[in-house]
């Protein structure tokens, strides 16, 4: 019997002794378990920790383990820094791959709200200084620059309003009207959001029909904010200036209204 067990290559362990191993190795199992208990609830009785990188954020608890986490996610690299060979090597792995839409879409949800620090600015600045944009000094040749020109013309063009830029104005639209939309409006720009960007004032046709010359319908605009209305959403600055003008009706309208019944 002992030969077989021999060429079989195989021991036979005796009741007893497995009996013990059984009981062993489920005393470790369950000091294992108390352990574990015991973490928790120190941890749960623990203030929540700061993270360990010393930005002063506060970490958050372990999905797996139900314990405090030791860094904020993606913190644990702050500071370290990277071979060149390191480097080589994620720059190999990126070229010619692209983020698909919606890798594109999480990131730049994930960017929404997020406000970089003084100390971030500064990096971002220091890193910056002495570094110059790629086209400074250079200049496109001429026919790039026809190409680039006859490639924005006409319907080609993003600011393309189907050609109605040369459609004429109304015999009404004089030099002398537009100066009298000036002086009503106290030869300033109408829109209270003005940046000042200039010091031209240009007369607007707020419903955008050049025959319309109705004094109610033209509004004073400096150049950069007539510009802004006839390259943006139409629709919404002309909403925008026929609420201005309803305002100011309904002002003077008021205060003529008052002057009336002070001469009564």
Do not use: F
């Not at 509004?219 to 309803?246: F, P, V």
């Amino acid at each position: 019997m002992n030969n077989k067990e021999n060429m079989s290559g195989k021991t036979r362990v005796a009741p007893e002794r497995m009996v013990t191993i059984t009981i062993l190795s489920c005393l470790v199992l369950i000091v294992t378990a108390e352990i574990g208990v015991a973490m928790r609830i120190k941890s749960k009785n623990l203030p929540r920790p700061k993270c360990a990188c010393g930005c002063g954020e506060y970490v958050n608890r372990s999905k797996v383990k139900s314990v405090w986490n030791t860094y904020v996610n993606r913190h644990s690299q702050r500071g370290a820094t990277m071979t060149e060979e390191h480097k080589s090597k994620l720059r190999k792995v990126w070229i010619g791959r692209k983020h698909t839409e919606e890798s594109k879409k999480k990131m730049s949800n994930s960017a929404i709200g997020r406000k970089l620090s003084e100390e971030h600015k500064e990096k971002i600045s220091k890193s910056l200084q002495g570094h110059h944009g790629y086209w400074k000094g250079k200049k496109h040749s001429e026919e790039y620059k026809l190409k680039m020109s006859l490639s924005h013309r006409g319907e080609k063009g993003s600011g393309w309003k189907g050609g109605i830029s040369i459609l004429p104005y109304s015999k009404e639209w004089t030099r002398r009207l537009k100066d009298e939309i000036r002086e009503r409006d106290d030869r300033k720009c109408c829109n209270p959001e003005c940046q000042g960007g200039s010091n031209l004032l240009d007369v607007h046709h707020i419903n955008y029909d050049k025959e319309n010359c109705d004094p109610s319908n033209l509004i004073c605009l400096c150049r950069s904010c007539h510009t802004q209305s006839t390259a943006g959403d139409r629709e919404y600055w002309k909403n925008y200036y026929q609420k201005i003008m309803k305002e100011r009706n309904l002002l003077l309208r008021r205060v003529c209204g008052r002057r009336r019944d002070d001469q009564l």
